[in-house]
Antibody
Framework: QVTLRESGPALVKPTQTLTLTCTFSGFSLSTSGMCVSWIRQPPGKALEWLALIDWDDDKYYSTSLKTRLTISKDTSKNQVVLTMTNMDPVDTATYYC???????????????WGQGTLVTVSS | QSVLTQPPSVSGAPGQRVTISCTGSSSNIGAGYDVHWYQQLPGTAPKLLIYGNSNRPSGVPDRFSGSKSGTSASLAITGLQAEDEADYYCQSYDSSLSGPHVVFGGGTKLTVL
């Protein structure tokens, strides 16, 4: 059974750095083809992909946010960590981590999602 | 502005068939990249509904189907039920940007009348 759970602060101040942890079970990030992504959703708005890390420790970021994002993994702990620097109120959103598969049509998709964690940016 | 364009809302009566379109361009859907669909019930995380254009994960009813043609894709829901009322998102990959860049549609709210 695959499960993912996000954890981190519910409230951060502007200019601070956000650190989120995704703890998962039911699969291993050391298995070839496995990936984990972070996706966010501002209140009432659409989904936005942020970052992806794969089994080979390759990392990919949203072009618009890549200067602020860092994704890393701890395979022994079954965890993926996302840091986002210089937080702003517009970054207020629910942040999801998701197991990510690579389909035959050269496209990643998200087959299991965590419940999400709401992060509010406010002074 | 989302890279993939969806209608903001669609509606249908119970038992009817509705379709949700997802329009892209030559750098994403038109380039041959697969389209995937997610259902997000109110207050919950998205759930994978269709992957690889037309494949249903285990447990997804066959009332849901997906297709792709040219630079567009569609999600069809037949035999509409009250429990289908949700937001639906399409997703693909765009090669116009450096590295693998996942893109989502803006989402479509389905109302069951």
């Amino acid at each position: 059974q695959v499960t993912l759970r996000e954890s981190g602060p519910a409230l951060v101040k502007p200019t601070q750095t956000l650190t989120l942890t995704c703890t998962f079970s039911g699969f291993s990030l050391s298995t070839s083809g496995m990936c984990v992504s972070w996706i966010r959703q501002p209140p009432g708005k659409a989904l936005e992909w942020l970052a992806l890390i794969d089994w080979d420790d390759d990392k990919y970021y949203s072009t618009s946010l890549k200067t602020r994002l860092t994704i890393s993994k701890d395979t022994s702990k079954n965890q993926v960590v996302l840091t986002m620097t210089n937080m702003d109120p517009v970054d207020t959103a629910t942040y999801y981590c998701a197991r990510t598969s690579y389909g035959s049509g050269s496209s990643y998709y998200f087959d299991y999602w965590g419940q999400g964690t709401l992060v509010t940016v406010s002074s | 502005q989302s890279v993939l364009t969806q209608p903001p809302s669609v509606s249908g009566a119970p038992g009817q068939r509705v379709t949700i379109s997802c329009t892209g361009s030559s750098s994403n859907i038109g380039a041959g990249y697969d389209v995937h669909w997610y259902q997000q019930l109110p207050g919950t995380a998205p759930k994978l509904l269709i992957y690889g254009n037309s494949n249903r994960p285990s447990g997804v009813p066959d009332r849901f189907s997906g297709s792709k043609s040219g630079t567009s894709a569609s999600l069809a829901i037949t035999g509409l039920q009250a429990e289908d009322e949700a937001d639906y998102y399409c997703q693909s990959y765009d090669s116009s940007l450096s590295g693998p860049h996942v893109v989502f549609g803006g989402g479509t709210k389905l109302t069951v009348l």
